[in-house]
């Protein structure tokens, strides 16, 4: 028996058993790969699983083709032959190659999933949901962090096509991304969630980020306050964007003269949103309230408040935007614009397979509506 090792400059070997043809493969990925033989008195193979699928056979009563077929689905087999190959492969412990079954069916029952700041509560709790709905339908999820840096996402889009993974779930870095480009220029079934890239034909899931805007408008001017402020987030993400431009609109509407309304830019990063609010609240005599366009932020405002001798919200009122678990727990509660992450979680996955399975399907996109979540730091009654 021959094996073949395929070398290039990677540092990670992936081993390769194909039960069809009882060879194997030292495998990685290289547009210029050398191979070389190897004989089978150089590298030994564990010959366990093919000793196994003929003890299966004879235990069974049944044909080692038969076995095969109970364990890749690939043929029709009676209930009662896939009972007896059942209990004799549990009586004999035997378990199938999942990896060498997997790559010759051209899957690997695994899904990317590449976050932006995998420490933002936001991206955790719907990386969780993606996690489990990916779990239930029998997938694995790779998760990659790419702190928003379109260098590390570069790389980690090259590690799951590496990897061959069925599909990937894409928070990119910034307006651009030449890394999901490549991917759809591979083949890649990829859905694009929380940020628009323009120009990019794949599904997308979104929210309302306008809406969401709209929202923490209409909360502040209902509660008394015509001196506001806002922390948004980085002018190059469409969802910071669509935030800023549905609340400074709103006030306009309400009769709050936009062109007044201070805004500081922050990062999503409590830092960003504690060195934003002590410009603000240091500075806009008379400040009433401040949107920040997501929690993180407003959690670094409350520390700024603190420091300052404000009192959240009879000196200045606050809402937020993601509705994270913390944000309850914060003294007082914050009153935020709430994003559905359990259905957005379920819907991305769903849409992903639906892809897997079907790559000729239209690019779909799907959006989501922001709910406004009164709690105590905007001044209002819940």
């Not at 081993?15 to 150089?42: C, G, H, M, W, Y």
């Not at 489990?132 to 702190?147: K, P």
């Not at 009879?314 to 007082?332: C, H, Q, R, T």
Request: some cysteine; hydrophobic content about 40%; aromatic content about 6%.
């Amino acid at each position: 028996m021959n094996i073949y090792l395929t070398m290039n400059n990677y540092s990670r070997l992936e081993l390769v058993l194909d039960l069809r043809n009882e060879s194997a493969i030292i495998e990685k990925t290289n547009a210029q790969s050398i191979a070389q033989p190897f004989s089978s008195s150089q590298f030994s193979l564990p010959k366990s699983n093919m000793s196994t699928i003929l003890q299966v056979a004879q235990k069974a009563g049944v044909s080692p083709t038969t076995v095969s077929h109970v364990i890749n689905k690939t043929r029709f087999v009676s209930a009662e032959t896939t009972e007896r190959v059942m209990l004799a492969m549990d009586e004999l412990g035997y378990r199938p190659n999942a990896l060498a079954r997997s790559l010759r069916r051209g899957e690997t029952h695994t899904l990317g999933l590449i976050l932006p700041d995998s420490a933002n509560p936001f991206f955790a709790e719907m990386g969780r949901v993606i996690e489990i709905e990916a779990f239930q339908h029998g997938y694995s999820v790779v998760l990659c962090n790419t702190d928003d840096n379109a260098q590390k996402e570069t790389v980690y889009a090259q590690v799951l096509s590496t990897k061959q993974v069925d599909g990937t779930i894409f928070v990119a870095a910034g307006e651009e991304s030449d890394s999901v480009e490549t991917l759809l220029h591979q083949g890649m079934p990829l859905i694009l969630v929380d940020r628009l890239l323009p120009g990019i034909s794949t599904d997308v899931v979104l929210i309302d980020n306008r809406q969401g805007g709209v929202q923490a408008a209409r909360c502040l001017v209902s509660a008394g306050r015509r001196r506001i402020s806002c922390i948004s987030g980085p002018s190059y993400l469409t969802s910071s964007a669509g935030r800023l431009n549905g609340f400074l609109d709103e006030l306009q509407k309400l009769g709050i003269d936009a062109s007044q309304v201070a805004v500081e830019r922050g990062d999503f990063h409590p830092e960003s949103g504690y060195q934003a609010a002590l410009s603000l609240l240091g500075s806009a005599d008379g400040l009433q309230a401040v949107f920040c366009c997501n929690d993180m932020m407003a959690i670094g405002l409350y520390r700024a408040a603190a420091e300052l001798g404000l009192r959240i919200p009879e000196d200045v009122a606050v809402v937020g935007f993601d509705d994270i678990n913390l944000s309850s727990y914060l003294n007082p509660p914050l009153t935020t614009i709430s994003q559905p992450k359990q259905q957005i979680g379920r819907a991305v996955v769903e849409l992903l397979l639906e892809r897997i399975n079907e790559r000729s399907l239209p690019a779909r996109r799907l959006v989501f509506e922001t709910r406004l979540v009164v709690r105590q730091s905007c001044g209002c009654h819940p």
